[in-house]
Each structure stands twice: as structure tokens, then as C-alpha cells.
């Protein structure tokens, strides 16, 4: 059984920075698609970023591109989300999630692309 927990959230002002985590257990080898999504107060769940355990190229959403990083280290299965320059809009629950599909296709960034989801760590952003 897969489990996906996530960590590193808080409460930080406009401009600041935040890293979260998210350490996978129970996958065999292999390569396969990890992402970040978040949900707002009152809004759908949205895909942020993904990428491959492995590495390669990584994709975003246009609202987090130059801004946020994805960074996945492939040794100790965890997943890394750089956030900075953070803005109120950015206030959000974030989840990981974790596909066992081997790539990051179009479909990655909405929710039925992933089977494995972490509880969720909330990131507030005060102006």
C-alpha cells in the first residue's frame, strides 16, 4: 500500500518562501508520476506541478511558473515543492499525489491521473 505524507507548511508573509515535502513509501522500483496540487477555501482542487520520480522535465501551472520548483530525489522517494515569492492567492491546502503511470503526460494535471494522495498541508500567505 502506497502512502504519501506530506510536510513544511505554514504561515508565511506576501513574498516569503516555503519548501514542502512529501516522502512516498510501499512503491516497488520504478518510475513514476508525482504531482502537488491545492485547494483553496471555496474553490476545486488544481494541479500546481508535476514531474517523474526520476527526474526529466517538470510541468506547471502557468500562476506558479518562475516561481515555485518541483524537485523529486529519486534515492529517498520524496518530493520536493521550492515555493517562493509566495502571494495571498497562493493560501491554499496542499496535496501530493502520486500516479503509477511512468510519465507526466496532459492528463497529470487533473485529479483521476493519480491513485495516491497525502492528507494535505496547509500554506497560508498573509499581505
Known amino acids: 500500500q502506497v502512502q504519501l505524507e506530506e510536510s513544511g507548511g505554514g504561515s508565511v508573509q506576501a513574498g516569503g518562501s516555503l519548501r514542502l515535502s512529501c516522502a512516498a513509501s510501499g512503491y516497488k522500483s520504478g518510475d513514476y508520476c508525482m504531482g502537488w496540487f491545492r485547494q483553496a477555501p471555496g474553490k476545486e482542487r488544481e494541479g500546481v506541478a508535476a514531474?517523474?520520480?526520476?527526474?526529466?522535465?517538470?510541468r506547471y501551472a502557468d500562476s506558479v511558473k518562475g516561481r515555485f520548483t518541483i524537485s523529486p530525489d529519486k534515492d529517498k522517494n520524496t518530493l520536493y515543492l521550492q515555493m517562493n515569492s509566495l502571494k495571498p492567492e497562493d493560501t491554499a491546502v496542499y496535496y501530493c499525489?502520486?500516479?503509477?503511470?511512468?510519465?507526466?503526460?496532459?492528463?497529470?494535471?487533473?485529479?483521476?491521473?493519480?491513485?495516491?494522495w497525502g492528507q494535505g498541508t496547509h500554506v497560508t500567505v498573509s499581505s
Open positions: 499525489a502520486s500516479s503509477p503511470l511512468p510519465r507526466c503526460s496532459s492528463g497529470s494535471w487533473s485529479r483521476p491521473y493519480y491513485t495516491y
Open positions: 514531474v517523474v520520480i526520476s527526474g526529466g522535465r517538470p
